[in-house]
């Protein structure tokens, strides 16, 4: 058993301030490990937590710890643990805000998480722990949609992947979750075409993608259809505000997989003032949030199209996230056939440096996962 002392930036109440205080450092239990972090990563969900968190995440007891991806040392692991010893580098899905868990002591943000040892993967001891911490949720919400039975459903990735002649959509492939949503389906055999600015057109066909098109052109619409002429669409992810109607209106012209997975609520949830203009504006972009997603289902249903939202850590609960943490991207990183993207933005070293990086993520990066080192 060891004995560390922790410390955390702590989320002091629903929408309330962060505050760095001492946690207290947890051990394992059966079939989890400790991790000394030396890097965690910025996800929208963190900020959005702390501006919007009664909406998405209402069960959250407070004071709390955010975060969901680390990367790190192993310190401790918990009793039945085989794959992993203290000393290995990793990393991890940290999983303290699930409904299931709701425990500070599995959060990021501070220098010791405990994370599930299905969550975590070895990682190259060529591989900066900068970049490792830019995976984890990104990489579990694009395996969520594309593998779970219950979303797109793919063929699973593999080291050898034969093509299965079918070609995925993934909108918004610059983004952390469309970068890992690429090189899965493209593990897993499919054709992919994606949507980015031009500029990130480059790095998008170097992560597999066959066909990247810009979001924000005028004929998006039409050359993806035309594309998709002479090919069979095995379904559709939607990631950025507004996609999932591009993706649509796309599908509904295609020949193939009615299916559409999204991961982007129809509203943007940055900039919420502060004091009670909050409540107002929340009330407001709920009720837009509300009628364009019941429009969209609609939509979906009149036109005999699957549509449904992915939980990023829905994997945790199935054997998804064996497959993908345990079978799959040890032996990917360390062929080095998958790669950590976007590249790391360092925001800071520290905790302290937390608010900062999350700042920066909620203004919007373009293909960079905003990390901080601790
Ligand atoms: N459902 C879940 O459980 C879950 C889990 C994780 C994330 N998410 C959501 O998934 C989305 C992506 O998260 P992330 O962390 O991967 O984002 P991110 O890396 O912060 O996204 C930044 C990227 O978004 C791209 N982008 C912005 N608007 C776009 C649009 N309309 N179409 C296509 N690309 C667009 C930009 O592309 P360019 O720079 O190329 O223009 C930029 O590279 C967010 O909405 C997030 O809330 C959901």
């Not at 910025?42 to 959005?48: C, E, G, Q, R, S």
């Not at 580098?89 to 699930?98: D, F, I, M, Y």
């Amino acid at each position: 058993m060891t004995t560390q002392s922790n410390h955390a930036i702590w989320l002091t109440m629903k929408s309330g301030a962060l505050e760095i205080r001492p946690a207290p450092y947890t051990p394992p239990r059966g079939g989890e490990i400790v991790i000394r972090n030396k890097a965690v990563a910025i996800n929208p969900a963190d900020w959005m937590t702390i501006s919007v968190g009664s909406v998405f995440f209402p069960w959250l007891k407070y004071p709390f710890i955010l975060g969901s991806d680390v990367a790190g040392e192993v310190v401790e692991v918990g009793a039945g643990v085989t794959r992993f010893k203290a000393g290995d580098r990793v990393l991890g899905h940290a999983l303290g805000s699930e409904k299931s868990r709701n425990n500070p002591a599995e959060g990021a943000f501070q220098t010791y998480t405990v994370i599930s040892e299905r969550m975590a993967s070895p990682i190259p001891d060529s591989m900066a722990y900068e970049r490792a911490a830019a995976l984890p949720l990104g990489l579990s919400t694009a395996a969520s949609a594309l593998f779970q039975k219950d979303q797109l459903a793919l063929q699973l990735p593999t080291s050898n992947a034969r093509p299965t002649g079918k070609t995925v959509l993934i909108w918004g492939g610059s983004t952390s979750v469309g970068s890992n949503a690429i090189q899965l389906a493209a593990a897993a055999g499919y054709e992919v075409i994606t949507t980015t600015s031009p500029k990130n057109f480059a790095s998008a066909k170097a992560l597999g993608a066959a066909l990247v098109f810009d979001y924000q052109s005028p004929t998006t619409h039409a050359d993806i259809v035309a594309a998709f002429c002479s090919r069979s669409i095995a379904g559709a992810f939607s990631i950025g505000v507004g996609s999932a109607r591009c993706c649509l209106d796309i599908i509904t012209e295609c020949r193939g997989e009615k299916s559409l997975v999204m991961a982007t609520p129809s509203v943007s949830f940055t900039g919420a003032p502060s004091g009670f203009r909050r409540a107002m504006w929340l009330t407001r972009i709920m009720t837009r949030m509300i009628v364009s997603t019941v429009s969209l289902l609609i939509r979906a249903r009149l036109r005999g199209i699957r549509a449904k939202f992915v939980w990023g850590s829905s994997l945790a609960e199935n054997e998804l996230g064996q497959i993908i943490y345990e079978n799959f991207l040890p032996r990917a990183l360390a062929s080095e056939s998958y790669v950590a993207a976007p590249d790391p933005l360092l925001a800071g070293h520290g905790l302290a440096a937390i608010p900062t990086a999350l700042q920066i993520q909620e203004h919007g990066v373009s293909a960079k996962k905003v990390v901080v080192t601790l």
